[in-house]
């Protein structure tokens, strides 16, 4: 199948100015249109995929452009969500259609191999990727990743994500969640909710909340409200994955980057780092989900580390 962009910008940026950037779309058939953006364009090719699923690469793409100023970084929103193609329909959100997807940005951007980084459920997405197109992928960053098995982590991250609550905090954010399928403005529901749900994802939320750039809460108003179906669709047929055995013969070198705080507990990483052979685990003190964030010096000086290897 031809994979066409349909380009949307692309402008250079002084020296010293912030990385050069370009932003379109690649055509992912099935009538599907991923969007994309495209930072830098020096050293290795990073392509990074954002965590929900259903969530889009606008919470993620500034906070990791530190990268973009010795590598080519390309971000794009994950089919159903942000400003790709929203698709309600069941049978055309799945792993393999998400697979299927970056192939096809792979093959756009004409890149023979690639690092592919994963933050979240962008992380088994790049794991499931790897282990069907070894051969295009030069090496893997799991970032704070789902786990690499549904029991007993994945009740134990929800459970983390809510310990802080009371129970009037409790029935609040059920409220807020629930206010992005009525009301008439999705992204001030969004944020309303994000502005508190968050606290549950950082080490010190107090002291991080004002250092993230990126925005959880940029997608069209439609995809806003399809967030929820397509993690749903996603990660509904996995049932009770259990991966922990299908990495095995994968020789490919394998950075697993985890906040020692972050509410996917840390025994999964180290079952991540314990399925490859070849992986290394580094844990961020004082770090929850977005590493990149609350310990930026420490993230980034071990990712540039492993990239450099």
Known sequence: MAVVVIAMAACARPSDGPPPFEEGYVEAGDSVRLYYQKLGDGGESIVALHGGPGLDAGYLALDLEPLAREHTMIFYDQRGAGRSTVITDSTR??????????????ERFGLERMVV????????????????HPDRVSALVLSSSAPPRRDPWMPQFSANLHAWMDSATAADVAQLAAARDTTSDPQAACRAFWAVFIRGYLAEPDSSLARF???VCSAPPDAIRNQP????????????????????????????IHGENDPIPIESAREWAAAFPDARLVTIEGAGHFPQIERPEQYFEALNAFLAR
């Open 93 to 106: 959100v799945n792993l393999a259609a998400h697979i299927a997807d970056l192939e096809r940005v792979r």
């Open 213 to 215: 750039r990126g925005d």
């Open 117 to 132: 980084y994963g933050h979240s459920w962008g992380s088994m997405l790049a794991a499931r990727y790897a282990l069907e």
């Open 229 to 256: 179906v397509v993690g749903r669709f996603t990660l509904g047929p996995l049932g009770s994955w259990d991966w922990r055995s299908d990495f095995a013969e994968l020789r490919v070198p394998v950075l697993i």
